[in-house]
């Protein structure tokens, strides 16, 4: 038999009514327009699509391919989309779309009573939210279901009503609003923003109500997540994920976590699941959840005992001196039951030789070792706020005679006097004794205080012992003394071995590429109530080591599109 007999059942369909399939999807995909957008939902990714559209009605959206490229040494942006970006025209149409305004059923019923026996909308409002039974009715209502559909009309005027009836009785800042998030709806953030402002009211952060503010950023810095972007991954040596499950939650952006990895970065992923991100990683490491602060306060013991006070890496202590507090005099203090604890940071304006400086009490102390004296950086609240401008500024020079400053870290080898000062233990709820190295200086109405400085309370509260008596751990096996590897251990669950060795390989890293050392976290972490003090420990690992404000370092908080661009 040959080879055309075999095929012989293989024929042309010439009959048209049998090819009417063909015609469904020439139409499903024709378009009269294509339109360039993105997808207002306070994503981050901020992709551009093409939208192609017929009769008004999206039919298909496509990825766009035109984006600039960054320089020749980054991979390129695109292609930039996730699974909820190409179906989002699915939303658009669907049918669990809210299109209407929904009242709590029991609220309705008791309005339209209320309007029945009153006129005045204010007055009806009124005669609700004054009786207990009635205001109890809808309130405990509240997150059992019963939304019931209603109409425009019906709904402004009881927004109206109960906001009239609120300033009158309570005064108007007694109405507070959230609204979108500026980059997701500029239109819709200005018009609530200025509802509020009109009318004298509170206008709550949107973050407050998306929950996904760090707070941990304007605690350390004043911003709010004035992150790098994706493609500086590629730059990152070391990349630490966190509470942030890149593949789901940044799928535009996740090709540069596996071309940072061609690039010969390193990917650490802490999280107690094998979730997306974590099948990119070099090391997944399964920390009990919510323990991450655990894990990085025993990370930073390490660091400060191997890499700040046994050896000094050069780059690390230039890098804590010109760009932390970590040189900042504060106070020791004693307290009424005699016990020292630290004090407020040492005001400029108490030393006779500031005497008189503007806003001399928003402005703070180093003290320089060349030079045996404290002296006023520049860069303090109150140079940013005094008459003469231009000396808000990172510049170590002295605020008022210009002279360089060469902060000196740390007391330990030149102090007055060793105190032991009494430490927060908040984890177990007590307080630790532990010694540290003070200086004594006169202030021009005569008092003697002792100061310290930041670096050396940091030492102090991470249990490093450098031989000043009081409760230091004596090793890294100390299980009763917090943030030893061996005390996060009982936390996390990882093996202290695990966390000394990722400890070591973060400092070398950062060591010998100038702090390309990269965490990238999110919600996972931020939704939990101390979310701010686990970012700071993260925070403080990046500071040691000299990672931020590098490129391929850095703390990179991702949650929602916070600039437009």
Not at 224 to 235: C, F, I, L, M, R
Not at 438 to 446: A, C, I, P
Not at 460 to 474: I, S, T
């Amino acid at each position: 038999m040959s080879v055309l007999d075999s095929i012989a059942w293989i024929r042309d369909e010439v009959d048209p009514d049998g090819r009417s399939w063909e015609e469904f999807y020439r139409n499903r995909w024709q378009h009269d327009k294509v339109v360039r957008s993105t997808h207002g939902v306070n994503c981050t990714g901020s992709c551009t699509w093409n939208i192609y559209v017929k009769d008004g009605i999206v039919t298909w959206e496509m990825q766009g391919l035109d984006y600039p490229s960054l320089e020749a040494g980054i991979p390129p942006y695109e292609p930039r989309g996730c699974q909820r970006g190409i179906s989002c025209s699915w939303y658009l149409y669907s049918p669990l779309r809210v299109k209407y305004p929904y009242i709590r059923g029991v609220l309705i019923d008791l309005w339209r009573e209320a309007k029945a026996n009153h006129i005045d909308p204010v007055a009806a409002w009124a005669s609700m939210v004054e009786d207990p039974v009635a205001r109890k009715k809808w309130q405990t209502a509240r997150g059992k279901g019963g939304l019931r559909r209603t109409d425009w009309e019906t709904v402004l005027e009881l927004i109206a009503a109960s906001t009239i009836y609120t300033i009158k009785k309570h005064g108007p800042d007694r109405i507070a609003g959230f609204s979108p998030i500026p980059a997701m709806s500029m239109i819709s953030y200005a018009s609530g923003a200025r509802l509020m402002q009109l009318l004298g009211g509170i206008s709550l952060s949107f973050y407050d109500w998306y929950c996904d503010l760090p707070s941990a950023s304007p605690e350390t810095w004043g911003e709010q997540t004035d992150v790098q972007e994706s493609a500086d991954w590629y730059h990152s040596k070391m990349l630490i994920s966190m509470g942030s499950n890149i593949g789901m939650t940044r799928t535009p952006d996740c090709h540069f976590l596996a071309e940072a990895r061609h690039n010969g970065t390193k990917l650490w992923v802490f999280s107690p699941d094998f979730n997306m991100v974590a099948k990119y990683a070099d090391e997944w490491v399964a920390v009990n959840t919510g323990q991450d602060g655990a894990w990085w306060m025993a990370v930073n013991h390490v660091l400060l005992t191997e890499f700040h006070h046994q050896k000094q890496i050069p780059y690390f202590i230039d890098y804590t001196k010109k760009n932390s507090d970590a040189p900042f005099l504060v106070e020791v203090v004693k307290e009424s039951d005699g016990v020292l604890r630290p004090g407020q940071m040492l005001r400029a304006g108490r030393l006779a030789k500031y005497a008189g400086e503007e806003h001399g009490e928003w402005k703070f102390l180093m003290w320089d070792e060349v030079a045996k004296e404290p002296k006023m950086p520049m860069g303090s609240s109150g140079h940013r706020w005094q008459e003469e401008k231009g000396k808000w500024n990172l510049l170590l020079q002295d605020g008022k005679d210009g002279s360089d400053i060469t902060p000196q870290l740390s007391f330990l080898e030149d102090n007055d006097e060793v105190l032991q000062v009494e430490f927060d233990d908040f984890g177990a709820g007590n307080a630790l004794v532990r010694g540290l190295p003070v200086k004594k200086m006169t202030m021009q109405n005569g008092d003697v205080v002792q100061v310290t400085t930041v670096y050396d309370l940091l030492m102090a509260q991470y249990g490093v012992n450098r031989g000043l008596g009081g409760a230091y751990p004596d090793n890294y096996d100390d299980e009763e003394l917090p943030y030893t590897p061996a005390w996060s251990e009982k936390y996390t669950g990882i093996g202290r071995d695990v966390l000394i060795r990722f400890a070591r390989e973060w400092a070398t890293t950062a060591e010998h590429t100038n702090g390309k050392c990269t965490i990238l976290i999110g919600a996972g972490i931020n939704h939990w109530y101390h979310a701010n003090l686990m970012y700071r420990a993260g925070i403080h690992a990046l500071m040691f080591c000299g990672c931020i404000g590098v490129n391929g370092g850095g703390l990179a908080h991702y949650v929602g599109q916070e600039k437009l661009a």
